[in-house]
């Protein structure tokens, strides 16, 4: 079993739906908990970190953290064809520890 | 501009050769991290360095050298020994320290393709 399971798609959507992306992971100590979005060809940018619990919005982006389940989203609303990418988790137990990463998830927004 | 540099964007092998991938980064960042991108296998760490100098094994190590003389780069070598080279390589970097969230920073890229 990996540490962290993602769903890799890919995703379709119409523009302006609201996407959710989920990853699951087996570690209960993870406590740093990131989505990094990644383009066709480029390396991938952080979006949203999260500590420990929680939600956090930023925008359109909403990163919940529901560490009973061990179970971490990213909601996108009013999606864009600009958003089209590669959504990547990513989990550490200390913030200096080396990321484990999610396969990554692909969506399309198609207008 | 701060950031990190990777080199070539594309690069194409003949088997057998070695090759070395450049990534320089200005961003006075501590440690430096090689990552391997294959499709459905997300980022594989291969090599990582928290400090000039002295590196670490990740968990794809093999086939691959490093070395970290200056702060800012840390090159990796890709050598014969590598059974199957061909993948999207990405180096990163990151603060260290107890009051940082431990966010990477990527560079863009090296595709590497042995024909």
């Known amino acids: 079993q990996k540490e962290v399971e993602q769903d890799p798609g890919p995703l379709s959507v119409p523009e302006g739906a609201i996407v959710s992306l989920n990853c699951t992971y087996s570690n209960s100590a993870f406590q740093y908990f990131m989505w990094y979005r990644q383009y066709s060809r480029k390396g991938p940018e952080l979006l949203m970190y999260?500590?420990?619990?929680g939600n956090k919005e930023d925008g359109r982006f909403t990163a919940q953290v529901d560490k009973s389940s061990k179970y971490i989203s990213l909601f996108i609303r009013d999606s864009q064809p600009s958003d089209s990418a590669t959504y990547l988790c990513?989990?550490?137990?200390?913030?200096?520890?080396?990321?484990?990463f999610g396969t990554g998830t692909r969506l399309q927004v198609f207008p | 501009d701060g950031g990190i540099t990777q080199s070539p964007k594309y690069l194409f092998r003949k088997e057998g050769q070695n090759v070395t991938l450049s990534c320089e980064q200005n961003?006075?960042?501590?440690?430096m991290y090689w990552y391997r991108q294959d499709p459905g296998q997300g980022l594989r760490l291969i090599y990582y360095s928290q400090i000039v100098n002295d590196f670490q094994k990740g968990d794809i190590a093999e086939g691959y050298s490093v070395s970290r003389e200056k702060k800012e780069s840390f090159p990796l070598t890709v050598t014969s020994a590598q059974k199957n080279p061909t993948a999207f390589y990405l180096c990163a970097s990151t603060m260290t320290g107890s009051s940082v969230t431990g966010e990477l920073f990527f560079g863009e890229g090296s595709r590497l393709t042995v024909l």
């Open positions: 961003l006075n960042h501590d440690a």
């Open positions: 999260t500590y420990s619990s």
């Open positions: 990513a989990m550490s137990i200390y913030n200096t520890d080396k990321l484990i």
